[in-house]
């Protein structure tokens, strides 16, 4: 059973920073396409970022320059750096397998995900 366990998020001001953790089981992870999406409060999901199993990294135009993803396949932990954060970026943070395509656009909508973890950015 796949098992996705997300961590670290908080309250933050404009400008700030934060780290995602994401804890898988119940799967290889090393060989899987990992991701982060988020949702804010009546707002359709949003795929932010995505990694295959060689590490290359893609971002959605709403983070780049912004986030960084990488994953440690010793630990079976996926993390998520947040740079300069704005009031946007206010949502609730899942970590995601992805099927098919591996890329931003298509976490949240293939595959499986955890519980996520709140970001607040506000003054």
């Known amino acids: 059973q796949v098992q996705l366990v997300e961590s670290g998020g908080g309250s933050v001001q404009p400008g700030g920073s934060l780290t995602l953790s994401c804890a898988a089981s119940?799967?290889?992870?090393?060989?899987?396409?990992m991701g982060w999406f988020r949702q804010a409060t009546g707002k359709e999901r949003e795929g932010i970022t995505s990694?295959?199993?060689?590490?290359?990294?893609e971002y959605a135009d709403s983070v780049k320059g912004r986030a960084t993803i990488w994953r440690d396949n010793t630990k079976n932990t996926l993390y998520l750096r947040m740079n300069s954060l704005k009031a946007e970026d206010t949502a609730m943070y899942y970590c995601t397998t992805i099927g098919g395509s591996c890329s931003p656009a298509s976490a949240g909508i293939f595959g499986r995900w955890g519980q996520g973890t709140q970001v607040t950015v506000s003054s």
């Open positions: 990694i295959d199993f060689s590490d290359k990294p």
């Open positions: 119940g799967f290889t992870f090393r060989g899987a396409c």
